[in-house]
């Protein structure tokens, strides 16, 4: 038998530690951008442990003094030249007189390329890789400070940046941070393992100002909130080059928005969203009866605490006469962190910890109300996807949580902030009451068809206001019915205390509001008698057990039962006979609306009486419904109202006739929109409507002439039926489609809309779920279901 092969020669020395350096470094899973490599010195320490330096510096040569000094001094210079390729020889033969007599140890590197002379024609690619050897460390400061790194300095962040938000100013990723590159200045103290963060860049024309006021107003913020843990400090500003970013903590749970949404984050520019986390794995004690409610009760409290701060108690060094404002309170301003220190016998927190964040802060005069140039926001200097432009950038936010003051030249800051926080105290209320499902209702009870915001502009404005009051703006009135009719149905008190904090808040007048700090007192007592339950009037004493959720079911959204006033103003203003309760139910059950014709060729109105239902009573008889002033929408002219459907929050009404859908705002009677492109000779049978949609079945009627086979002189007619199913939309973003009725060769038979815009189509076998929102009808399929075998 022949003698085994000889075995491959070991690798080198230089070759094993370029290998063992290689390993050591950050991001060199992505060899696609060798400029994000780089290694820490306790990492190169690492690489270094176990290899001799007498295999590259013999005995013969260097002394044991002399290597000692070099893996002290000039350990990171030696790694340079090892990756670059030095071989043994030239390391044996240059390393003394070029480096360790030329004193050009670690410390005084990386150099510029015109120094690095010395080294001839290996001088560029010392001059590149040495960048990877000295990554910045990055200084955590108690105090203002601003570090300046030089532009080919590496940052110590590993792995690839995730984008978590973005704006006019640039964009917030979220990155690692490397063990022990991050250092407390103060505390001396360094991490020692990896930290997540969220770095903020700044990348518009305005950067170098952006970020000089944001860290401005930071700075104010951390000296006036040290050691407040609700609102979000920044850990260390970086001028990096040409870059401006600002490292924030990382809210690993997100933002306000996405927690009301159920662990679900809205697509830009679209109606879908997709999931960020399993909110029950998430939260697991939540899903507890109870907690759900006190631990919401106790984030807003702090939140409220952290603005009251803001508006009363910090104040700008040497200055007593300015106070601050957040002015772009949502829900994606409020970031969620990690409790540790939650458990189940402390529910307070088991929602996570809120921090306000975002702070664009302005500041005004005490004296006149007028924002003080000595603090310019973030948010004056660049634009915002939520903003939009004003003429002195007096106010950031505009969007649903905007106070109705808006866009007035002078404004009370702090009161914008109550006005705002008091829309996201509602959203958190429809969130209590039946989570994600109930928040997506409430808002499409906000939106009217034309925005979302919290109030409307009572009358018509010849030119804008220059005072807001209760005679020129009002809060939604389908809003004040959504939070009152679940006061009535609640089964504990806290909610109705809650409601009225609301109606307290949400005034149109800044000044007649609650301030910030009496919001927190009321929060605060809410939170301590959460457990008392409220037996409401009519129940025969129903009593509920303490540990109950808040609400039975879903709250339908009721109109306010009218007051005295209200009464009296209706009779004098009427002329109509009051017709009784139950005559008038007569009446609707003999003329449904297919039958209204109007008489002598004129419009006969369609009179909407909007009931009220007694939330207080178990039983729902006749009696429970009262009349309130009624609001009359005219036919247009024409002869028959074949279908008539109201949205699911209330908001609109739209009646069909022939082949024309007219819809109207059912608190004021005010024209919505017209549909006119309804597909001829079809008798439209049904319709159901949303805010944004109308889905309308009909049966199309076609004739065919067949010849008697009797008498092919005398042919005889068929009618052949055919359901027809239409999608209108509203806006008019869509064209109008016409869609199959058919299913498996059977018919539709029914058809239903959801709040969401989710139509049902049933059929003798199936029910099939679409939604509407979708590009393609066919691609519209979210379920199918066999109704039988």
């Known amino acids: 038998m022949s003698a085994e092969p000889e075995k491959t020669k070991a690798a080198s020395p230089v070759k094993a530690i370029q290998e063992a350096i290689r390993a050591g470094m950050y991001n060199s899973d992505d060899p696609s951008d060798a400029s994000k490599l780089f290694i ?61 007599r030329a004193g050009r140890e670690d410390e005084k590197f990386p150099l510029p390329e015109e120094q690095l002379s010395f080294l001839d024609t290996s001088s560029f690619v010392f001059w590149q890789q040495q960048f990877a050897f000295y990554p910045a460390i990055i200084q955590e400061s108690e105090t203002s400070y601003v570090q300046e790194i030089e532009k080919n300095r590496r940052l110590p962040f590993s792995g690839k940046p995730v984008e978590v938000g973005h704006g006019g100013y640039g964009r917030v990723s979220r990155e690692s941070i490397a063990p022990r590159c991050l250092q407390n200045r103060g505390k001396h103290t360094e991490n020692f393992e990896l930290r997540l963060v969220a770095c903020k860049v700044y990348e518009n024309e305005n950067s170098a100002e952006d970020f000089r006021n944001e860290l401005q107003n930071l700075n104010i913020l951390k000296e006036g909130f040290k050691g407040y843990g609700r609102v979000m400090q920044h850990i260390a500003s970086i001028v990096h080059g040409n870059n401006f970013m600002i490292l924030l903590p990382l809210a690993e749970l997100y933002d306000l928005e996405i927690f009301l949404r159920g662990g679900r984050k809205p697509e830009a520019d679209t109606r879908y969203d997709y999931e960020i986390y399993n909110f029950d794995m998430t939260f697991p004690q939540l899903r507890v009866e109870g907690n759900l409610q006190r631990a919401l009760l106790r984030e807003l409290f702090e939140i409220a605490k952290a603005l009251k701060w803001l508006h009363e108690e ?131 009870v906000c939106f009217d068809g034309k925005n979302d915001f919290f109030y409307r ?91 109950r959720a808040p609400f039975e079911l879903p709250a339908p959204i009721l109109p306010r039962r009218p007051t005295p006033e209200d009464q009296e103003n209706h009779s004098k203003n009427s002329s109509t006979t009051e017709v ?28 909407i009486p909007v009931p009220h239902l007694s939330p207080t009573h178990p039983d729902i008889k006749a009696s429970s419904y009262e009349q309130i002033p009624k609001i009359t929408i005219p036919l ?27 819809a109207y705002w059912a608190d004021n009677g005010l024209k919505a929109g017209t549909i006119d492109k309804l597909l001829p000779q079809v008798d439209w049978k049904k319709m159901c409507v949303t805010s944004t949609f109308a889905l309308i079945y009909g049966l199309k009627l076609q004739e065919k002439f067949v010849s008697s086979q009797c008498d092919t002189r005398k042919p005889w007619t068929r009618i052949a039926k055919q359901m027809q199913i239409q999608v209108h939309d509203f806006n008019g973003g869509r064209d109008v489609e016409t869609v199959s009725s058919l299913l498996h060769g059977e018919q539709a038979s029914n058809i239903l809309l959801s709040s969401r815009n989710v139509a049902a189509c049933v059929y003798k076998r199936w029910v099939r779920l679409s939604s509407l929102a979708s590009v393609n009808w066919n691609s519209r399929i979210l379920a199918l279901f066999a109704t039988r075998n």
């Open 40 to 100: 820490c010195e306790h990492n190169l320490e690492l690489a270094w442990r176990g290899h001799d330096l007498k295999n590259i510096f013999p005995s013969t040569k260097f002394t044991n003094e002399e290597r000692t000094v070099i893996r002290e001094r000039f350990i990171r210079v030696l790694s340079i030249l090892v990756l670059i390729g030095w071989s043994i020889n030239d390391l044996k033969n240059k390393f003394r007189s070029l480096f360790l």
């Open 457 to 547: 502009a009572k009358g018509s404005l010849v030119a804008p206001a220059t005072v807001i009051d209760s005679s020129n703006t009002e809060l939604k009135a389908e809003i004040r019915y959504w939070y009152q009719a679940l006061a009535a149905r609640a089964t504990h008190s806290w909610v109705s205390d809650y409601v009225k904090v609301l109606e307290k808040a949400l005034l149109p007048e800044p000044s007649a509001r609650l301030s910030m700090g009496q919001i927190m007192k009321e929060l605060d007592s809410i939170h301590s008698g959460i457990g008392t339950v409220r037996t409401p009037a009519g129940t025969n004493q129903l009593q509920v057990p303490a540990d």
């Open 636 to 662: 247009d002219g024409k002869d028959s109202v074949n279908a008539i459907a109201v949205t699911p929050s209330g908001d609109k009404v739209a009646y069909l006739c022939g082949n024309q859908i007219h």
């Open 314 to 444: 910090l104040h700008i060094p040497g200055s007593l006469d300015h106070y601050l404002a957040h002015l772009d309170l949502k829900p994606e301003n409020i970031l969620i962190s990690r409790d540790s220190h939650a458990h189940a016998l402390e529910p307070h927190n088991l929602a996570g910890k809120w921090m306000l964040t975002d702070f664009g802060v302005s500041v005004f005069d005490k004296a006149t109300d007028k924002k003080n140039s000595l603090v310019q926001s973030v948010g004056d200097a660049g634009h915002k996807v939520t903003s939009r432009a004003h003429k002195d950038q007096t106010v950031r936010g505009h969007g649903p949580y905007q106070p109705p003051e808006v866009d007035l030249e002078r404004v009370d800051g702090t009161k914008c902030d109550v006005w705002s926080f008091t829309c996201i105290m509602c959203d958190v209320l429809a969130f209590a009451s039946g989570r994600a499902a109930a928040l997506r209702e409430f808002r499409s």
């Open 580 to 607: 009784p309760d139950q005559q008038r139910a007569d009446v609707a059950a003999e003329c449904p609306p297919s039958r209204l014709r109007p008489a002598s060729g004129q419009p006969l109105p369609l009179a």
